[in-house]
């Protein structure tokens, strides 16, 4: 099995920073692309951002100049940093990795549990 764990979500004002962490852990041959995508209240899921296993990144319009994925191979680590925080960033982010487990060659969907983000005065 594997798993994603993710760390850093809370509360701040708006034109804030915060710094979100997630780890894939687990019986784990390789992790592909990872990306976070959020949920608000009454909305569907969306994507933030992703990187492939190379580092290239991906971004949603709304997040363009703002927030900033990165991630470390050797760790299975992905963070999100985000700046000039808006109260439309909150939202419950979920950490997602297209993920291969030792003795398969089958690519599966994982998800994190989700942490909760929210910018307001």
């Known amino acids: 099995q594997v798993q994603l764990v993710e760390s850093g979500g809370g509360l701040v004002q708006p034109g804030g920073s915060l710094r979100l962490s997630c780890a894939a852990s687990?019986?784990?041959?390789?992790?592909?692309?990872m990306g976070w995508y959020r949920q608000a209240p009454r909305k569907e899921r969306e994507l933030v951002a992703t990187?492939?296993?190379?580092?290239?990144?991906n971004y949603a319009d709304s997040v363009k100049g703002r927030f900033t994925i990165s991630r470390t191979n050797t760790e299975n680590t992905v963070y999100l940093q985000m700046n000039s925080l808006k109260p439309e960033d909150t939202a419950v982010y979920y950490c997602?990795?297209?993920?291969?487990?030792?003795?398969?060659?089958?690519?599966?969907?994982?998800w994190g549990q989700g942490t909760q983000v929210t910018v307001s005065s």
């Open positions: 687990g019986s784990i041959f390789r992790i592909n692309a």
């Open positions: 997602n990795a297209a993920g291969i487990p030792l003795g398969t060659l089958v690519v599966r969907d994982y």
């Open positions: 990187v492939t296993r190379g580092g290239l990144p």
